[in-house]
């Protein structure tokens, strides 16, 4: 049976696929190129560390050119701002303000103070109602305030996204990059956790070894299946694994619907329950089901609206 299109699910916010979430450098003009036709779902352009400090005032008006181009429409375009305790924090958030930019990135944040204060340089500075924030969490501390950080109200610009800093944390644990991720279950369990409590996504952190394709696999498998909705990524070369991993197969989409039709005939009869192949389902797997058709309808809408990859 074909999958039935997707109802809105009462109360739910739209699903925004966020499989790949691509970095780059603010400062290298052939990236930012390069970008305009790579199969992201979003785009992160940073002046944070992948900028030296002697570039960090061209790369500001490289990112905020770029944004403003409109050329990665419809993907998603973030700024990655550097600190706001940093030289070069309040003059990123001002001109991220007037970039059109979707969002903007706050690395290492340790509480919820910094939002606000980074909302109301927004503000100030002129950002349109709407434009979101994204909080990076890489520090202990701030992993450890991940709740207090995630349940933030910011009405002006809303907290949308929680993104780990994989890099950072195992520098501040003192933690090796080992494949199974295992000195880093922690700080991702906190920031899932944070984010599924107050709505949020959750982006996993960046695989550095992009020489190493099994092993960039093998952790998107392991980041979808404690419940991330994409992975933050450094080359291109991953992009594929990246929007494969996190999307829904065809084959579970088919299921989805098969569900959502189960369910929905039991209930005809008078059931709450239904067991379909001989797995229990209930109105909460009908809800991951609409969840999951939902993304797949989002997937192909950004994938009919993005310019065709060169070549
Ligand atoms: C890692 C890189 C420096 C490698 O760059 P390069 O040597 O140029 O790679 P390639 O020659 O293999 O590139 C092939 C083509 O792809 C383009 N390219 C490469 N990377 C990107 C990118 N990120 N976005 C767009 N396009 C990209 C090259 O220009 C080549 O194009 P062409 O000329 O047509 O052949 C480089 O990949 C890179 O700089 N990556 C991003 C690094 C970055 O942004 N780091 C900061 C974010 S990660 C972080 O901070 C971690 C976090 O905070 C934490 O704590 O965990
Ligand atoms: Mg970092």
């Known amino acids: 049976m074909p999958a039935p299109t997707p109802a809105p699910i009462p109360g739910?916010?739209?699903?925004?696929?966020?499989?790949?979430?691509?970095?780059?450098?603010?400062?290298?003009?052939?990236?930012?190129?390069?970008?305009?036709?790579?199969?992201?779902?979003?785009?992160?352009?940073?002046?944070?560390?992948?900028?030296?400090?002697?570039?960090?005032?061209?790369?500001?008006?490289?990112?905020?050119?770029?944004?403003?181009?409109?050329?990665y429409a419809p993907r998603e375009v973030a700024i990655r701002v550097n600190a706001l305790a940093t030289p070069w924090g309040r003059a990123d958030l001002a001109a991220a303000a007037r970039s059109g930019a979707d969002a903007v990135v706050l690395p290492k944040v340790e509480a919820a103070q910094q939002l606000r204060e980074a909302a109301a340089v927004l503000e100030?500075?002129?950002?349109?109602?709407?434009m979101a924030l994204w909080a990076m969490l890489e520090t202990p501390r701030g992993l450890l305030r991940a709740a207090d950080i995630a349940e933030t109200a910011l009405p002006r610009h809303p907290l949308a996204c929680l993104v780990m800093g994989t890099s950072d944390l195992a520098k501040e644990l003192r933690a090796a990059?080992?494949?199974?991720?295992?000195?880093?279950?922690?700080?991702?369990?906190?920031?899932?956790?944070?984010?599924?409590a107050n709505g949020l996504a959750a982006l996993d952190g960046v695989?550095?070894?992009?020489?190493?394709?099994?092993?960039?696999?093998?952790?998107?498998?392991?980041?979808?299946?404690?419940?991330?909705?994409?992975?933050?990524?450094?080359?291109?070369?991953?992009?594929?694994?990246?929007?494969?991993?996190?999307?829904?197969?065809?084959?579970?989409?088919?299921?989805?619907?098969?569900?959502?039709?189960?369910?929905?005939?039991?209930?005809?009869?008078?059931?709450?329950?239904v067991l379909l192949d001989g797995k229990l389902v209930e109105s909460l797997h009908v809800e991951q089901a609409h969840r999951q058709l939902a993304l797949g309808a989002a997937i192909a809408a950004l994938a009919v609206a993005s310019p065709p990859a060169p070549g």
């Open 177 to 196: 990059h080992t494949r199974d991720r295992l000195p880093l279950l922690t700080g991702l369990g906190l920031c899932l956790l944070a984010a599924r």
């Open 207 to 273: 695989h550095l070894d992009i020489g190493d394709l099994a092993g960039f696999e093998a952790a998107c498998l392991q980041g979808r299946e404690l419940g991330f909705d994409g992975k933050t990524l450094i080359h291109p070369s991953t992009l594929a694994i990246a929007n494969r991993v996190f999307g829904p197969t065809e084959a579970e989409l088919a299921e989805a619907g098969r569900i959502i039709a189960a369910h929905a005939e039991a209930e005809a009869a008078g059931k709450g329950v």
């Open 124 to 130: 100030a500075a002129g950002a349109p109602p709407g």
């Open 12 to 71: 739910a916010a739209p699903v925004r696929p966020r499989r790949s979430v691509l970095y780059m450098p603010a400062a290298n003009a052939r990236a930012l190129e390069k970008a305009r036709t790579l199969p992201a779902d979003a785009l992160i352009l940073d002046l944070e560390d992948a900028v030296a400090p002697a570039a960090k005032a061209e790369a500001r008006e490289r990112a905020v050119a770029a944004a403003a181009s409109g050329a």
